[in-house]
């Protein structure tokens, strides 16, 4: 018997809690049905429904699902959606068939945070802003080529939540960069050839960050790892009126070169590792970050994933894995990632 | 207007779409073997009362436990509970406090009068059942769910066996033990108490189908000990059933033990409660190496007891023993030093074990005895058809909880052999290990300890020194249930599947995989907490 | 109401006497006079229940049009030149997904080199968008052709181009009678959209079709191109019958009666060419002029019988095929396929150089008697460009 567990502890003042799996599962039949997530609803509104051509293992798929069905609890049903052009698009409306639940308009790749701000100033001009617009997209389509319609969308402050679901490259064409490609990885136009393999370590393209210098009501990130964090964030944003940002990582297997059961685990190592910083901010000002609960190394993430296989072998590149660690550490000093309360867990 | 061709698609026109036809490998949903049903002596399907305890159905939760073992309450205090022991749980915090929960149940179930009916069918057959200690009340106990008429005879006069009259009442109240007895009793069991049986085959004759031995290991282990006439030497057995019988014994002020297991412990201990100023155990090894449960060895210290590891008895004498020093050798076995002292003591208790004393069985003593215990093939009967044995008396373990047990597989192939078939046990050897769950999802939550009695007076009187849970710490201590490799319906398979092939069939249905949509990505596999999900591959 | 008035300001009237509910624009000159006029409109409560965004970019500002026009809302924009060439990706998109998104093209040179007068390469080059195109001659038809575009455009469930020449007719002053609000009423009623985003009734826009259906989806669309012309047609009677003018149509013919020469042109050159005509005829020439509103889709059969009586045809042209000629010939002469009737081209008004009586005088006179090359550049200072063209070959 451990010597601490000699130690005489009074319970009985304290609330029952769950604590089987406390709030990091998707439900539990022990919650109330307003403690659960909605994903764990038997009736949830499915925005994204099955027979949708996602990859097996699609983090865009999850992540999308994840965020309308937050978005339409929020909204009592009422958004619509815009989406850009790539793998979300191309999976979910192939001719005959759309998996989409909701009102949805895809127009192009880089315009779709202008036609969301144009589906807005319709009901505004309607008078329906009961009904809430939802813009979204894939990395390339938000931070490269979109990128100007999105920063005009914030600057003016349109009524619309642009969700990015971020798979770090272009998937849909064949896993090309993007400006959101990761420094090191390899891609089908950064391949893991020559002194320095994969994608450089260039200044990187922060989106959040830049949403955030607009001053906008609302940025956050999220994962598909963390359900219930993304569900809230959605659900804080849907609060807001205005233009609100959620940059949510989903990781893709077969651009990533990962296992189709790791989406999720991957996701988990990319917070836990601080390579990829789960925060949320108000009015360009961080309000608050998601502390990591059992920190990993970034090697750990990494090796999960062929695109960084080049840094294992032939040989070990020590030098670019201490980069990204690098790069991770400053993710979790600059977010306070380790805070105290947390720590050791 | 007509909406555009093709442009435009309608609602639920993807479902058309049956991805399932990708698939390589589909998940499954399995019940898979928890390390503590795994560890269980007495076969309790612990992972399935504690699931149904978290809801606070603790009836139910108490009926599931039954099923396997009829005495919660008393194994709430007296199991050793070798599930905690390889309990996953302990590797992410600490054990989950099965033991403790057990007892809340036992014991909630005492205070709300729950009672066990007997059989809706008679079988018309009947079974003999030799000693009322715990393999022969588990015995009964299943018999009789059975439909099968029991009869119980023991020569004391209350049932109980060891559990009266080996383990002391600070322990085990005798109030819980019989009230867990009475309920068996009011199933329908015949109790024939102070009646000593001495030809088990007459028995048969008497109109029994079979009969199953338990009469357990009661004789107390002799040493040869040189000792002077004036020295007093007791048996602890006999000393802890003379207290049960209310006839106290003579211990004087200092009283030494000689052992090392749990029957030394509670010897001592109760011969402080008997008023000894000092109680001193003697053990020839170390604390690590001894018999005894741990937490008896922890309690007894805390009430004062003393130990004197790695030392042996040379010699007993008036007042006082002559002991030497040990020492371990490479292999961990103690070998004398040379070097000796002086004990004072009144009285010296040798707990050095038990042995089955066969002289019970008078004439049926024919039936094959080996290394001093009865063996029995693997439906426990033994050399004689219809004459079944279990409990201390068999090779095993010799514990309450294995004990129950035997009563209860020895039941069951009774009931196979009285009906001339045979009990096919379902096997399920695919036991689950840590590493096998995703532990993320569990929160840190550190087990419950039961309050205990403060060592300073309880071991002036036999008040119960360990407390039970409440409700609320119960229910807590039964949540931290990582529920190895059975689903508890967390949800997370139906959250994370990205093909929506998840169907949530409400609660305490589970789920099921649609099919037509299962890409086979595996991520509910790789999501699900307790490892109750499986890809296999699928044609 | 009949006013003295810049033809940006007759436009942006109009257009908020259609009761836009959404309108976008980027500025670019010279359409920039029609949305501030717009902007105003909006900003002092004139156009109530209007929403007017100021984007990022033309092709932001096209965006916006697609999704206010998917959500139900009658929507507006403007643009010319670079502007056009920056939104086409959703110009070709609008007329895709179906949107009748009504927008003005203040006609512009493109660059390079840059440019910022008129001539009709920028709308010429959209002249496959699958968009419908109307040339206004006037600030007065421009204006009229705004109430009209609104009509065809939700009737047919495709956008409109409303082209008018930059600064020619956007910055000049005019009488114009601006349609008033009770006539627009009466001619355009609500928009009634083919299909709407609306939660109570979730479909998907903008699916991704294959080989399997792309050209039946494509068939299609060209025979809602083919049934504009009749509803072309007819929203002009219907104009004429509210506003009492004649106003819109497809081709609008000037002294055809025995005219065996036929000048073609579409927009504002036509006030010009019209004046040599009515010259030309004082002097006993047989010659008349057919001006094309509805390039797009392009009336061949009625072109081909307003054609019935000529000889030969001269297509005066803003806009031209590198290495090719004329656009507007090639659509002529598929018209008079068959025919004995001849075809001469010319290229006048590039950039915003003037297009002078004299100089159409000239070319006419030389024209009706054959005596014209097939494709001339008129006013062309030939002796430059050979110069030039020798010089950069290091001759």
Known sequence: MKLRERLVIKLSTNPVKFYQVGSFAVGNRLLSAEDRSIQSDPDRTNALTSGHRACQGCGEALGARYALDAAMRASGEKIIAVNATGCLEVFSTPYPESSWRIPWLHSLFGN???????????????????????????????????????????????????????????MNTGVQRSGATPPAARTATTQAVGENPGNVFGQGKNLPRIAMAHEIPYVATAT????????????????????????????????????????????????????????????????????????????????????????????????????????ADKNIARYNLMSTENEGQ | MEKPFAITLNLNSSLANHTGSWRVEKPEYVHRMPPCNNACPAGENIQNWLYIAEDGSYEAAWRALIEENPFPAIMGRVCYHPCQSVCNRAELDEAVGINSVERFLGDHAIEKGWSIPGPSVESGLKVLIIGAGPAGLSAAYHLRRLGHGVTVRDATHAPGGMMRYGIPKYRLPREVLDAEIARVKDMGVVFEMNTRVDDVHEALNEGFNAVFLAIGAQLSKRAYIPASEAARILDAIKVLHDVEDGNQPLLGRKVVVYGGGNTAMDVA??????????????????????????????????????????????????KHLEIEKMALDENGFPQPTGEFETLEADSLILALGQEVDFSLLGNSADLDTKDGTMPVDATMMTSHPGIFAG????????????????????????????????????????????????????????????????????AKDFSEVVKGLDESNALYEARRCMSCGNCFECDNCFGVCPDNAIIKLGPGNGFEINLDYCKGCGICVSECPSSSIVMVPDK | MLRQVEGSKAVADTVAACRPQVICAYPISPQTHIVEGLSQLVKNSSLLGCEFINVESEFAAMSVAIGASATGARTYT????????????????????????????????????????????????????????????????????????????????????????????????????????????????????????????????????????????????????????????????????????????????????????????????????KDVVDEMRADGLPIGVLGIIAFRPFPFELLRNMLSGAKRVVVLEKAFQLGIGGIVIENVRTSLRGTTTKDFNVIAGLGGRPITKASLRSYFDKAHYDNVADLTFLDLDQQLADHEIAREAGN
């Not at chain 1, 589906?119 to 008078?127: F, N, S, T």
């Not at chain 2, 008023?275 to 060895?297: F, L, Q, S």
């Not at chain 2, 009563?407 to 096998?436: P, S």
Request: aromatic share 8%; net charge negative.
């Open chain 1, 224 to 327: 598909v790892a963390d359900l219930r964090d993304l569900e809230a964030k959605v659900t804080k944003a849907m609060s807001f009126r205005g233009a609100r940002y959620i940059h949510v990582l989903v990781p893709c297997p077969l651009g990533w070169g990962s296992q189709s059961c790791d989406t999720i685990k991957i996701a988990r190592l990319a917070t836990q590792s601080g390579l990829f910083p789960v925060f949320e901010a108000e009015h360009g000002e961080v309000v608050a970050s998601t502390p990591i609960r059992k920190r990993e190394s970034v090697e750990e993430y990494l090796k999960l994933q062929v695109r960084y296989s080049h840094l294992f072998s032939p040989s070990r590149r020590d030098d670019v894995i201490d980069h990204l660690q690098a790069i």
């Open chain 2, 391 to 458: 409990g201390d008396m068999i090779p095993a373990e010799r514990t309450v909880t294995t004990g129950v047990g035997h009563g209860k597989k020895a039941a069951r192939n009774i009931d196979a052999w009285l009906r001339k078939t045979t009990y096919e046990k379902i096997e399920n050897n695919d036991l689950v290990t840590f590493d096998q769950l995703n532990t993320w999802y569990y929160t840190d939550a550190p087990h419950v300890v039961r309050e205990r009695l403060e060592a300073t007076r309880r």
């Open chain 1, 112 to 170: 779709a945070p202008a036609v969301a701000t144009g589906v807005a100033a319709a009901l505004k001009a309607q008078g329906r802003t009961d009904i809430r617009v939802v813009g979204q997209g894939g990395d390339g389509a938000t931070v490269d080529i979109g990128f100007g319609a999105l920063s005009g969308m914030f600057e003016r402050n349109d009524d619309v939540l642009y969700i990015c679901y971020d798979n770090e490259a272009y």
């Open chain 2, 269 to 318: 201990r109760t011969a402080k409660r008997l008023g000894a100023e000092e109680a001193i155990i003697v053990y020839r090894r170390t604390r690590d190496k001894a018999p005894a449960n741990d937490e008896e060895i922890t309690e007894a210290l805390e009430e004062g007891i003393l130990v004197k590891w790695l030392s042996t008895v040379k010699h007993a004498g008036d």
């Open chain 3, 78 to 273: 403007a643009t010319a030149s670079q502007g056009l060439l920056y939104m086409v990706e959703a110009v070709y998109n609008a007329s895709g997904l179906g949107l009748p998104i009504v927008m003005t093209v203040a006609n512009r040179a493109i660059g390079a080199p840059i440019n910022i007068w008129n001539d009709h390469s920028d709308s010429m080059s959209q002249r496959d968008s699958g968009w419908i195109q109307l040339y206004a001659e006037t600030n007065q038809e421009a204006a009229d052709l705004h109430v009209q575009a609104f009509k065809i455009a939700e009737e047919l469930s495709l956008p409109v181009m409303v082209c008018m020449d930059g600064f020619i007719l956007t910055h000049a002053y005019e009488r114009v009678d601006v349609p008033d609000q009770d006539q627009v009423d009466r001619y355009l009623p609500p928009f009634t959209p083919r299909q709407v985003l609306d939660p109570t009734d979730p479909l998907s826009i903008g699916a991704m079709v294959g080989p399997e259906a792309f050209t039946e989806v494509k068939y299609m669309s060209h025979m809602k191109n083919l049934q504009a012309l009749d509803v072309i047609a007819q929203a002009g009677d219907d104009f004429t019958a509210i506003f009492n003018r004649d106003s819109g149509g497809l081709l609008r013919g000037y002294k055809l009666a025995g005219a065996e020469t036929v000048i073609i042109a579409l927009g504002s050159v036509l006030g010009t060419i």
